[in-house]
C-alpha cells in the first residue's frame, strides 16, 4: 500500500503563485509515474501533470508555461509549482502515483483545494 500525503493548497489572488507538495510513503524509484490532477465543482477529474519515472513530464495544454512538476527522490516528495494562477484553476487538486510493482496500481492522495480570486 502506498500513502499520500498532500499540502499547500490555499486561496491566492489572480497572478499569484502556489505550490503543493504530495509526500509518499514509498521511494519515487517505486512508482512509474508521479503526478497532479484536479477536479472543478460539475466537471470531471482531468490531468494536471505528471513525470515518469524516467523524468519525463506531460502537461495540460491549459496549463503549459505557468505550472512546474518536480520530485524529490530523497524527500519521495512530488510538487507543482503554480504560477500566474487564474480562477479557472480553481480545483481540488489530487495527487496521484502509479505503482510500478505487482498489479501496477494507481493511488490518490485526499486533495486538497486551491481557490483564485478575480
Known amino acids: 500500500q502506498v500513502q499520500l500525503v498532500e499540502s499547500g493548497g490555499g486561496l491566492v489572488q489572480a497572478g499569484g503563485s502556489l505550490r503543493l507538495s504530495c509526500a509518499a510513503s514509498?521511494?519515487?524509484?517505486?512508482?512509474?509515474?508521479m503526478g497532479w490532477y484536479r477536479q472543478a465543482p460539475g466537471k470531471q477529474r482531468e490531468l494536471v501533470a505528471t513525470?515518469?519515472?524516467?523524468?519525463?513530464?506531460n502537461y495540460a495544454d491549459s496549463v503549459k508555461g505557468r505550472f512546474g512538476i518536480t520530485r524529490s527522490i530523497a524527500k519521495n516528495t512530488v510538487y507543482l509549482q503554480m504560477n500566474s494562477l487564474k480562477p479557472e484553476d480553481t480545483a481540488v487538486y489530487y495527487c496521484?502515483?502509479?505503482?510500478?510493482?505487482?498489479?501496477?496500481?494507481?493511488?490518490w492522495g485526499q486533495g486538497t483545494q486551491v481557490t483564485v480570486s478575480s
Open positions: 513525470v515518469s519515472k524516467s523524468g519525463t513530464t
Open positions: 514509498r521511494s519515487t524509484f517505486s512508482f512509474r509515474s
Open positions: 496521484n502515483v502509479g505503482a510500478d510493482w505487482g498489479p501496477k496500481l494507481d493511488y
